[in-house]
């Protein structure tokens, strides 16, 4: 409503949350693809989280992986072929990072494309 009045005070990029707004199969077949928009309000992609930290009874803080490495594989090999843009967070864990290299690499040797 903003954007149609020309009231956004600032420039707006959207990132779908999944699993919070659907998985990637579901997100990536609503058909935005990275960059829908104008330069006020955009489609920047899709945000993945790899892993994460939440705390225990005692408040103790855990990191946890969400995925396996085949899952992850999948999900990142569907939004590289939808030409989506991924947002992982994979922090505080090697595993997480190394786990979203090996699917970064397994996607491109897939489907390889130079952007």
């Known amino acids: 409503r903003h954007r149609r009045?020309?009231?956004?005070p600032t420039?707006?990029?959207?990132?779908?949350?999944t699993p919070l707004l659907g998985?990637?199969?579901e997100l990536t077949a609503a058909g935005?693809?990275?960059g829908f928009g104008d330069e006020w309000l955009?489609?920047?992609?899709?945000k993945l989280f790899v892993?994460?930290?939440g705390t225990d009874i005692d408040g103790n803080a855990e990191a946890d992986v969400k995925w396996s490495q085949d899952e992850l594989d999948h999900m990142v090999l569907t939004a590289h072929v939808a030409g989506q843009q991924l947002w992982m967070h994979v922090a505080p864990t090697v595993e997480a990072a190394e786990m979203a290299l090996l699917a970064v690499q397994r996607a491109?040797?897939?489907h390889?494309?130079?952007d």
């Open 5 to 8: 009045r020309g009231a956004l």
């Open 11 to 17: 420039r707006v990029g959207l990132w779908l949350n």
């Open 23 to 25: 998985s990637v199969r």
């Open 32 to 34: 935005y693809e990275t």
């Open 42 to 46: 955009s489609h920047g992609g899709i």
């Open 51 to 53: 892993d994460g930290t």
């Open 108 to 110: 491109q040797a897939a």
């Open 112 to 114: 390889p494309r130079r």
